[in-house]
């Protein structure tokens, strides 16, 4: 088997559980390098669960997540700090730093490797600098950079929360429903957006959503976590006549079929 | 017999729920300070939170130690003035001030208004995913938000005591000088006769620590708080209440060690 047949990221046997409530049961999944792949699912079913098992934020009960080949649950903290370097994330509400400026908050992760010695030295002179290039390349003006946060619309916060996840051009991007809040326009011009960077970077992406639209735009594969495991993987294109009943129901909207919505919890 | 099986039951509990507590703030603590010894250093944070508690707490600090030290003046004339003893006011005031007013008011004035702060900006972090962002940009967070603070409000309140024993002194003299037709001159030699350098030491000594426990407090419930706005409203709360027992405590504790023979 060569490197290129090798997962870039590999799930295997994914359990977490929050006392009494499974959220991951067993997740498997494959994601090969320079691809995209979504994660559909109704509220609750723990898509952002799975993102934050794989960054690390959350440490799963059982199983295995591989970044090229490594199970990074095994790892102390300090070991994987070199991984982590390697990833972006882009929030569900953008997660910008309110005490910062944009261009602060765009050049954060590189200022920080630059001062964990994990990337090169960069004075704040030239990190401006890069911010604005950055900005630039999701659509907005460099002078944005001089804003606060708290002064952008939420289509821009998430265009920030962008140049962010993409400034240390990582080998890995995440996006935690990145078009939750945003009016269907801007919800297609972040998706492009993601998906440009994604092609131009060559990076691996993995998007959780429930926006069907987005899922298609952005993804070159696509699976429906349901009742913690990943029921379904398919084309983007097969999302409306997938063959299977629970992902019918789930991407027609349907309030009949095998998916009982639990409305107390 | 059920009721007092009952009683027993809820006040272990509640014995092991603060033993608990204790060990993830003391475990929260050190993991902090380790950080104060490891490379990086983030000065523009620390520089920042020391202005914060040191330059902005001044106004309401001063304010607070000026008329505290002019009402112990004004009360202890009330009862000495009976005994003729008025030429003890100068010495109780600088005792009372450095030893206990100056430290205990600063803190908690630093306590209600930066412990609060502290606490409602790194709840605010934590329910708006900011904390984790961190993370996921090669940033410690504790590393990042709580070690400089710990070391700002350590470093900060000594300062501002010292401000508060000035302004305690003025205040006594004011009032003793403008209202109560005391020597100007008298006062002052009076004041400089009772004043020891051990009482203001152990004063700032206080401080230090009443600052670190502020600090301590505010970052470790903002920290851990959960559920949003209500979420990040309890742990403000938390962050004060906390702050304030424990200043009190370790004020009761620090003056026996120092004081108690």
């Not at chain 2, 100056?102 to 609060?116: E, S, T």
């Not at chain 2, 426990?213 to 209500?230: F, P, Q, V």
């Amino acid at each position: 088997m060569t490197d290129t047949q090798t997962p870039k990221i590999r799930i295997r046997g994914l359990k977490k559980a929050f006392g009494p409530k499974v959220v991951l049961d067993g997740v498997d999944l494959d994601v090969m390098g320079g691809t995209s792949f979504v994660v559909i699912g109704g509220s609750g079913t723990g898509k952002s669960v799975l993102l934050r098992c794989i960054l690390g934020l959350i440490t799963p009960d059982a199983g295995s997540i591989e970044i090229d080949g490594v199970d990074v649950t095994t790892l102390s903290p300090r070991q994987r700090e070199p991984y982590m370097a390697r990833i972006g994330m882009l929030f569900q509400n953008g997660a910008l730093f309110d005490s910062l400026s944009v261009w602060e908050n765009v050049t954060f992760g590189l200022i920080a490797a630059a001062r964990a010695g994990h990337g090169p030295r960069i004075t704040r002179a030239q990190a401006r600098e890069r911010a604005g290039a950055l900005l630039e390349q999701v659509g907005m003006d460099p002078a944005v950079g001089a804003l606060s946060p708290s002064e952008l619309s939420g289509g821009m916060q998430k265009r920030v929360g962008l140049a962010r996840a993409i400034a240390a051009r990582p080998e890995i991007l995440f996006f935690d429903e990145p078009t939750t809040g945003l009016d269907p326009i801007m919800g297609a011009v972040i998706d492009g957006l993601i998906a440009d960077c994604v092609r131009r970077l060559g990076s691996t992406a993995i998007a959780i959503t429930h926006d069907m639209a987005s899922a298609q735009r952005i993804g070159d594969r696509v699976g429906m976590l349901y009742e913690g495991r990943l029921i379904w993987q398919g084309l983007p294109s097969r999302l409306f006549d997938s063959g299977n009943p629970v992902v019918d129901q789930f991407t027609h909207g349907r309030r009949e079929g095998p998916i009982k919505v639990d409305v107390r919890n | 017999m059920n009721g007092v099986l009952d009683f027993i039951a809820g006040l272990g509990r509640a014995v092991l729920d603060i033993v608990r507590m204790a060990g993830r703030v003391a475990l929260f603590a050190a993991v902090a300070l380790s950080h104060v010894v490891r490379p990086p250093f983030y000065w523009r944070t620390l520089w920042g939170t020391l202005v914060e508690i040191g330059y902005f707490s001044l106004p309401v600090v001063a304010l607070t130690a000026l008329f505290s030290g002019g009402v112990i003046a004004l009360q202890s004339y009330t009862g000495f003035a009976q005994y003729h003893a008025q030429n003890a006011i100068a010495g109780i005031v600088i005792l009372a001030v450095t030893r206990e007013l100056g430290p205990v008011l600063a803190g908690l004035m630093v306590a209600g208004r930066v412990g609060a702060a502290m606490s409602a900006e790194i709840g605010t972090m934590r329910v708006t995913d900011q904390i984790d962002a961190l993370t996921t940009l090669s940033t410690n967070p504790i590393k990042y938000l709580v070690t400089p603070r710990l070391v700002a409000g350590t470093l900060a309140l000594p300062f501002l005591v010292l401000v508060a024993d000035i302004l305690g002194v003025l205040g006594g003299f004011t009032v003793c000088v403008m209202k109560l037709d005391f020597s100007a001159s008298a006062y002052i030699t009076a004041t400089i006769a009772s004043l020891k350098v051990m009482d203001v030491t152990v004063g700032l000594v206080k401080a230090a620590i009443f600052g670190f426990l502020i600090a301590l407090m505010g970052c470790y419930h903002g920290y851990h708080s959960r559920g949003g706005a209500e979420g990040v409203g309890a742990a403000t709360t938390a962050a004060v209440v906390a702050a304030s027992i424990l200043l009190l405590t370790f004020d009761y504790l620090l003056t026996d060690v120092f004081f108690s023979q």
